[in-house]
C-alpha cells in the first residue's frame, strides 16, 4: 500500500511541474525587464504591450482569423457528419476515415501546399488561370485574412467532425418525423428540432477549434506574416524571433491574455460537454438510426464529398511532391516534366542542417511518445481506478495543458530552462512536447482503462502481486489498443511540432517543422516540399510501426 498511496501525490507533483511551472513562469516573466534580469520587477511589459497601437488591429485580426475557422470547420464538419451518420451516400465508410486522416498531415504542409497552388505572384492555380483565361492579374491570392481562414478552417475540420459526428449518429431521427407529421418543413424541423438537439456538439466544435486556432502559428505565419496579416501567436513570435533584441517580457505579457482566455475556453468546454446528457435523444427503447435516402442526389453528394477528400489530402501531397522534383515554382506542362530531378532531394540529404533536424524530430517523435505513453499509463490508472480528491486534481492538473497555445507556453518553458543547463537542448523540446501533448495520450489510455474491470487487478492482488507488478502483468497487456492509439498521437505531434519548437529550438536542437518555416521564410520551396515529403513518410513509418507492433503483442498477449 506505501507504493500505491505514493504514487497519486508523485503524479501530482511531476504533472504540476509540467503544466504549472511554465505558466507561473510566464507570469513571473512579464513582470521582469528580460531574461538576464531576474529579480527586477517591473509593470512597463504590460504597459508597452496594451498601449501599442497595433494591437487593436491584431485582436481584430486574431478574433475573425479564429470565429471565421472555427464556422468553416463546424459547417463542413455538420454537412458531412449528416452524409456520413444520416444519408445512404456511397462509400460512407471511406468517407468517415477521410474525414479525419487530415489529423495526419503537419499544419505547415498543408498550409505551404496552399500557397504554392495560390499565391498571387507564382501560384501554380493563378499562373494557370492567367494562361487558360487570358487574364491580366492573379484572380487569388491566399495571403489574405479569407484565405487564413479556408485553410484553417479545412485543417481544423477533423476536430469538429469527431465531435459533431457521434451526436448526429444517435439522432432519433422519430423527432423530426413527428416535425414533419405536424406541419413542419424541411428547414424549419431543422431550426426547430434538429440544430437545438445537436446545441451542445456544435457549440463545443466552435469552442475547441476556437482554441485551437488561438495555438495555430502554421497558417499565420506562412500564409499571414507574408500578406502582413498578424494575430496574437505571429505577434508574440515577432517580439520572440526578430528585430535586434527579443522582448520575451512583453511576450509574457501578450502571452497572459491569450493563455487566459484559451484556459477559459477549455473549461467551458468541458462544463458544455458535462451537460450534453440534458439533450440525449436516445434511450433503452431499441433505437435504431434510419438513413435517409437521398435518391437522385446520391451521386452528386458523393462528388462533392470526394472534392472536399480530395482537397483535404490528396492535393497537398501531390503538389509538394510535385515541386519538390522541379528547380523552381511552375505549371505543369511538357517543359516542367522535362526537368524534372532528384536535385531538391538530394540537396536536402546533403545540407547538415536538414539532417540534423530529421535525427532530432525522430528521437522526439520516438523516445518522446514513449516517455509520454509510460507518464500517460500511470496518469490514466490514477484517474480511472483510484477516484480520490487527488485524482481528480491531478486530472484537471492533465487536461490543463490542452488549452496551452503552444508558442504562449513556449515562452513560459524559455523563462524555466534558462538559468539551467537545458536552456537550449534537445532536452528542453522534449519536456515542453510532453507537457504540452500529455491529454493526447491520456484521453485514448482513460478509455481503455475504463473497459478494464477492476476483478482482474483484486484477483492479481489475492495471489501477492503488488500494486506494479498488477499493472506491468496484467493492465498493461490489455492496454495494447489504448497504448498504441496514445503513441501514434504523441509520436505525430511531436514530429510534426512546430508552434512550441519555433521558441525553444536553438542551433543545434533545430526540429524537421522548425527547418521547413524557415525554407518557406526563404521562398526555398523545393527543399521545403522534399523535406516535407520526408516529414510525411516518417509520420507514417511511426503510426504503421506503432499499429504492427500492436497486434503482435496483442496476439502474443505479451506486455510492451
Given at each position: 500500500m506505501g ?5 497519486t ?6 504533472v ?6 511554465p505558466v507561473?513562469?510566464l ?6 525587464e ?9 509593470t512597463?511589459?504590460?504597459?508597452e504591450?496594451?498601449?501599442?497601437p497595433a494591437?487593436a ?9 479564429t ?6 470547420a ?6 458531412l457528419s ?13 468517407f468517415?476515415?477521410?474525414?479525419v486522416i487530415?489529423?495526419?498531415i503537419?499544419?505547415?504542409l ?5 500557397v504554392?497552388?495560390l ?13 487558360a483565361?487570358g ?6 491570392d491566399?495571403y ?8 484553417e478552417g ?17 439522432f ?15 428547414l ?12 451542445p ?18 497558417v499565420?505565419?506562412v500564409i ?31 502571452g ?25 435523444t ?15 442526389s ?8 470526394g472534392l ?8 497537398p501531397?501531390v503538389?509538394?511532391?510535385y515541386?519538390s ?19 531538391n532531394?538530394?540537396?536536402?540529404l ?11 524530430s ?8 514513449t ?12 484517474i480511472?481506478?483510484v477516484?480520490?480528491?487527488?485524482a ?14 503552444g ?15 537545458l ?7 522534449l519536456?515542453g ?7 493526447y495520450?491520456?484521453?485514448p489510455?482513460?478509455s ?12 492479481s492482488?489475492?495471489?501477492?502481486a503488488?500494486?506494479?507488478?498488477t499493472?506491468?502483468r496484467i ?8 497504448v498504441?492509439s ?25 526540429v524537421?517543422?522548425?527547418q521547413i ?18 516529414m510525411i ?7 504503421t ?16
Amino acid at each position: 500500500m506505501g507504493k500505491r498511496s505514493l504514487l497519486t501525490p508523485s503524479l501530482i507533483a511531476v504533472v504540476g511541474l509540467l503544466t504549472i511551472s511554465p505558466v507561473l513562469m510566464l507570469l513571473f516573466g512579464s513582470f521582469t525587464e528580460g531574461l538576464g534580469a531576474f529579480g527586477a520587477f517591473t509593470t512597463s511589459k504590460y504597459v508597452e504591450a496594451y498601449t501599442d497601437p497595433a494591437l487593436a488591429e491584431i485582436l481584430w485580426n486574431t478574433v475573425v482569423f479564429t470565429l471565421g475557422s472555427a464556422a468553416v470547420a463546424t459547417l463542413l464538419a455538420l454537412f458531412l457528419s449528416y452524409v456520413n451518420t444520416r444519408t445512404d451516400v456511397p462509400f460512407k465508410f471511406f468517407f468517415g476515415i477521410i474525414s479525419v486522416i487530415p489529423m495526419m498531415i503537419p499544419h505547415i504542409l498543408f498550409a505551404s501546399s496552399w500557397v504554392l497552388l495560390l499565391n498571387p505572384s507564382n501560384g501554380i492555380l493563378n499562373r494557370y488561370l492567367i494562361g487558360a483565361l487570358g487574364l491580366e492579374s492573379a484572380p487569388f491570392d491566399i495571403y489574405t485574412l479569407k484565405g487564413m481562414i479556408l485553410v484553417e478552417g479545412l485543417l481544423d475540420l477533423p476536430i469538429a467532425y469527431l465531435i459533431i459526428a457521434p451526436a448526429m449518429g444517435s439522432f432519433d431521427i422519430a423527432l423530426e418525423e413527428s416535425s414533419r407529421v405536424c406541419g413542419g418543413s424541411t428547414l424549419r424541423t431543422m431550426a426547430r428540432v434538429t440544430l437545438p438537439v445537436l446545441r451542445p456538439a456544435i457549440l463545443a466544435s466552435i469552442i475547441l477549434v476556437i482554441v485551437r486556432c488561438l495555438a495555430s502559428f502554421a497558417v499565420p505565419s506562412v500564409i499571414g506574416m507574408p500578406g502582413r496579416i498578424y494575430v496574437l501567436a505571429t505577434h508574440i513570435y515577432r517580439m520572440t524571433s526578430t528585430g535586434f533584441s527579443a522582448d520575451y517580457g512583453k511576450a509574457a505579457a501578450v502571452g497572459m491574455s491569450a493563455l487566459a482566455a484559451a484556459v477559459l475556453l477549455i473549461y467551458l468546454y468541458r462544463w458544455m460537454t458535462r451537460e450534453s446528457e440534458r439533450y440525449v435523444t436516445v434511450s433503452g427503447r431499441g433505437f435504431k438510426p434510419a438513413l435517409i435516402e437521398l435518391k437522385g442526389s446520391r451521386y452528386p453528394v458523393m462528388g462533392f464529398v470526394g472534392l472536399l477528400s480530395f482537397v483535404l489530402i490528396v492535393l497537398p501531397v501531390v503538389v509538394l511532391f510535385y515541386t519538390s522534383m522541379i528547380p523552381y515554382v511552375m505549371t505543369p506542362s511538357a517543359k516542367a516534366f522535362s526537368l524534372m530531378s532528384w536535385k531538391n532531394w538530394t540537396d536536402v540529404l546533403k545540407d547538415p542542417v536538414s539532417l540534423l533536424s530529421l535525427k532530432n524530430s525522430l528521437t522526439l517523435g520516438v523516445v518522446g511518445a514513449t516517455l509520454g505513453v509510460i507518464l500517460s499509463i500511470l496518469v490514466s490508472y490514477v484517474i480511472v481506478k483510484v477516484r480520490t480528491t487527488a485524482a481528480g486534481i491531478l486530472d484537471s492538473l492533465s487536461f490543463l495543458s490542452f488549452s496551452f497555445p503552444g508558442i504562449v507556453i513556449g515562452v513560459g518553458f524559455m523563462w524555466f530552462f534558462v538559468r539551467t543547463p537545458l536552456y537550449s537542448t534537445l532536452t528542453a523540446l522534449l519536456i515542453g512536447y510532453i507537457a504540452t501533448y500529455l491529454p493526447y495520450g491520456i484521453r485514448p489510455l482513460s478509455s481503455a482503462f475504463v473497459q478494464i474491470h477492476s476483478h482482474l487487478e483484486e484477483s492479481s492482488k489475492v495471489c501477492g502481486a503488488g500494486p506494479f507488478a498488477t499493472m506491468r502483468r496484467i493492465v498493461v497487456p490489455l492496454l495494447i489498443p489504448g497504448v498504441v492509439s496514445a503513441w501514434v498521437l504523441m509520436a505525430t505531434m511531436f514530429v510534426r511540432e512546430l508552434t512550441l519548437s519555433v521558441v525553444l529550438s536553438r542551433p543545434g536542437s533545430e526540429v524537421l517543422a522548425v527547418q521547413i518555416l524557415k525554407f518557406s521564410e526563404d521562398g526555398m520551396w523545393g527543399k521545403l516540399s522534399a523535406l516535407g515529403i520526408m516529414m510525411i513518410f516518417i509520420s507514417t513509418a511511426l503510426v504503421t510501426t506503432a499499429v504492427l507492433l500492436g497486434k503482435f503483442f496483442a496476439r502474443k498477449g505479451k506486455p510492451v
